[in-house]
């Protein structure tokens, strides 16, 4: 478990014990029910639960009998009543501050009736407010008691969350919420508006941004971003960024990441108003993205002249981990990467990006024009390949020659032979030294699809799984027969195993996720799909 994990059920297991709950055993997923009960021996160190003592075993018993009695027994705050000793209560008011900032707002409120010691912490430590049905069902109800808290809280605040909140005539309520002096040294907000079928998201009060100089994560979707004041506003702490189909100004936006001096994770997913991303970060690590949403039909019905995402140039990012277009069919169609030498992990690439370009290499609709620069670093790569076409995929593998993790997701609109032959007198370095693991979605068993596996299974000589999301089902006829068409009995790494699950898989990268395309429960993929090696 992490650390804020065990700390918010040390304080479970705490307020169960204050209000007369059942007693749990200590099990490995919840140390803190190790605490001492009443009516259940306590086995110390060196003293053998069998009964009977040693001579140090006894002095260690006298030694800490004292300390023992010193502790304040369960509700020994004054509240009466005897039992064991509480011994989170007797943690410094700072700590207790953290646990209870760490829980839900409704039960980081309800941490006040467990006795007097925790009555006045709530109000004294950071707020974690979220107005959502985590509050109550009905929203106008949220927003009274969003009301409520804000008046009642002292500050500092730790985390605003306004989720899908229906905006309607409360627009100066939520920017008096903003003001409060409860949200003072704010350190992470998620804004977002709830989308009610208008052409436009409303406007984000600027009062959603007053807290730049402490912000450490800032998320705002479906809102329109105040433009005038992205000039200004510096954020010396803030370490992940997302706007998610939010109206922005372009020149705004290279406003703001100007003013993001340590920006690590950055998330734009749908936004309007950017035709043009320029990147030039010491500190980016990650960057996920892609355009607008809306369906080219509809624009056309609406006469829209709606700015496209059409080009993202990353200009000098020498820390540079993840390059992800999240919907390569939303944009942007034009990618280059000049400088980034950490870069390890890139994709979904696919034929809806017309230009790629990474240093001199080039790439127009996935097929090569010139292969000049090598990226050495990336290490898991995802492609859409059409066809497919494993003359494209080869080609990618030389542009990135330590590629470790292959994710493939197949295109159909066009048809391919695959009959490519591996020249062993002109090695392909990927194949020979580094490909361990190659997942598959959409294989159907065709001609083209079995071709286009082969080469991989007869070539790579690393190769330690692979993976198939199959469309039939995976029947014992069907298997067999692909067990032949595939050459498993001359595969090319003699410790490779091959799965194949019935149903293709979402091949969209996970933004968040260490490695964005790894199965849901691929852990477990073992367990439900059918084995061959």
Partial sequence: MEASDLVVAAVVRAAARHLGAQHYPPTATNPCAALPSSGRPVIRRGIPPWGGEDARAKRIRLEEEPRRQELPPLGGDGDGGGGDPDLISRLPDEV???????????????????????????????????????????????????????????????????????????????????????????????????????????????????????????????????????????????????????????????SLLAGCYVLEILLLDGNHGIGRLRISSPTLRSIGFSGPWEEKEEEEEEGSEAIKFQELDVEDAPRLEKLLPLYPDDGPAAIRVMRAPKLETVGLLSAAISKLEFGTTAFQEMIALNLGTSMTTVKVLALESLGPNLDSVVDFLKCFPCVEKLYIKFNRLKTMKNARTYKSWVPIECLELHLKKIVVNDYRGMRADVDFAKFFILNAKVLKEMYFGVVPSCNDKWMANQRRRLQLDNKASPGARFAFESGARNSLPKFGKEDPFEWFGQEYFFRFARMLD
Avoid at 103 to 120: H, I, K, M
Avoid at 158 to 173: E, T
């Fill in 96 to 254: 207790l501050g953290d646990i209870i900032t760490l829980l839900s707002s409704r039960a980081g409120a309800r941490t006040q009736a467990l006795s007097r010691r925790w009555r006045p912490l709530w109000r004294a430590a950071p707020l974690n407010l979220e107005v959502g049905y985590g509050l109550c069902g009905q929203q106008a109800k949220q927003a009274a008691l969003a009301t409520k808290i804000l008046a009642g809280h002292a500050g500092p605040g730790r985390r605003f969350a306004l989720k899908c909140f229906r905006l309607r005539n409360r627009l100066a309520m939520v920017d008096g919420w903003l003001r409060s002096p409860a949200l003072t040294g704010l350190r992470e907000i998620w804004f977002s508006y709830a989308t009610e079928g208008e052409q436009w998201p409303p406007p984000m009060p600027p009062s959603a941004l007053r807290f730049a100089a402490t912000l450490c994560v800032a998320k705002f979707d479906y809102c329109e971003f105040p433009n005038e004041v992205a000039p200004s506003l510096k954020f010396p702490n803030l370490r992940e960024l997302s706007l998610v189909k939010v109206t922005i100004a372009e020149d705004a936006l290279h």
